[in-house]
């Protein structure tokens, strides 16, 4: 599979995957973004793809950075007919400001394939185990 990748802006960084086999292909910052203690922003990566039909784009962590910054991505789904500027959404949830500076990662993207669904609505649904439980429901 091919993923066609536009500069645009001639100071975007290509997303690239670090190593031979990882899952995720790392984007990178565009330009000096500061992310203050509980806020949230959007990083701009100057970069615009081209994802194949049947497929979806799920930004995912770097694990660093979740780890030990206590930077979470958000909103991380981008469809096959986008064709915009990707802008990584971002939360501090650490202590102190985090600064992301130009050609800095910010978070992975993985290409997966996407089933679409009939939608049928039903009267009932068919009875498991588990039922109706839901948060916590299988103890620790």
């Known amino acids: 599979m091919i993923l066609k990748a536009k500069k ?5 960084t290509l997303p690239a995957y670090a190593h031979p086999g990882d899952a995720g292909m790392d984007f990178f910052a565009l330009e000096r973004t500061a992310i203050a203690s509980g806020a949230r922003t959007a ?8 994802i194949p039909e049947s497929h979806a ?17 958000l909103g991380g ?7 915009g500027e990707v802008m990584i959404g971002i939360v501090n949830l650490g ?3 985090y600064v992301f500076e130009a050609g800095h990662k910010v978070a992975q993207l993985l290409i997966q394939r996407v089933e ?25």
């Open 43 to 50: 990083v701009k990566t100057g970069i615009s793809i081209e």
């Open 8 to 12: 645009l802006d001639p100071r975007a």
């Open 95 to 97: 202590t102190k400001e």
């Open 116 to 140: 679409h669904c009939d939608i049928s609505e039903a009267d009932g649904l068919s009875e498991t185990k588990r039922g109706q439980g839901g948060f916590g429901s299988t103890g620790k």
């Open 77 to 83: 789904v981008i469809d096959a007919g986008y064709r």
């Open 57 to 73: 784009g799920l930004f995912w962590d770097k694990s660093g950075l979740s780890m030990h910054d206590g930077l979470k991505t």
